[in-house]
């Protein structure tokens, strides 16, 4: 079975500040891993997909993430946090049949 | 290309009604996946369709179906309406049924009083 852990349901960061979410997953079988971004009273838009073809995946809106199998994590980063990213992020692992486990999700929280 | 949508918007119900919600995937999908999300949480699998037929089913009692049908949109079910139905309902297509990215729609938020 696979599951997905976000750690901190709300993170906090000034404007120009790293943001870093964090996820960790659990998987019986090599995993696929996304991260979503969801905007207030929006549908979820893909950010990034790990399908095991590099470990670092850059994705849209200047966000990237690192697969690290020997922490099983996935975590989401970008160098500088704009206004515009503040929305609540969710990383997902692909299991049979393409069916996606989400995480609870992070409230990312840009400030001036 | 066209996206993912969904219709309606927004529904208010009412306890023990029945409900339907409306898909339709994206420019040469087939496969359409339903998923719910209850407010400040994840979203969770309900179903997948394949080819006009249900392929893959997570924890939700039967009172919840759906169709898909040969265009490869797909519709949502809820028979006898519960509080806790409330929900964000989130639909995604892709082409094929493995690993393949899911694109969301913007979903359909249910209110059940």
């Not at chain 1, 893909?46 to 470990?55: D, E, G, Q, W």
């Not at chain 1, 160098?79 to 996606?100: I, N, Q, T």
């Amino acid at each position: 079975a696979q599951s997905v852990t976000q750690l901190g349901s709300h993170v906090s960061v000034s404007e120009g500040a790293l943001v870093l979410l964090r996820c960790n997953y659990s998987s019986s079988v090599p995993p696929y891993l996304f991260w979503y971004v969801q905007y207030p009273n929006q549908g979820l838009q893909l950010l990034l997909k790990y399908t095991s073809a590099a470990t670092l995946v850059k994705g849209i809106n200047g966000f990237e993430a690192e697969f690290k199998k020997s922490e099983t994590s996935f975590h989401l980063t970008k160098p500088s946090a704009h206004m515009r990213d503040a929305a609540e992020y969710f990383c997902a692992v692909s299991g049979p049949k393409g069916k996606l486990t989400f995480g609870t999700g992070t409230r990312l929280q840009v400030t001036l | 290309e066209t996206g993912v949508t969904q219709s309606p918007t927004h529904l208010i119900k009412t306890r023990g009604q029945q409900v339907t919600l409306r898909c339709s995937s994206q420019s040469g999908h087939n496969t359409v996946s339903w998923y719910q999300q209850a407010l400040g949480q994840g979203p969770q699998f309900i179903f997948q369709y394949y080819r006009e037929e249900e392929n893959g089913r997570g924890n939700f009692p039967p009172r919840f179906s759906g169709l898909q049908f040969p265009n490869y949109s797909s519709e949502l079910n809820v028979n006898a309406l519960e509080l806790d139905d409330s929900a964000l309902y989130l639909c995604a297509s892709s082409l094929g049924t493995q690993q393949e990215t899911q694109y969301f729609g913007p979903g359909t938020r249910l209110l059940v009083l």
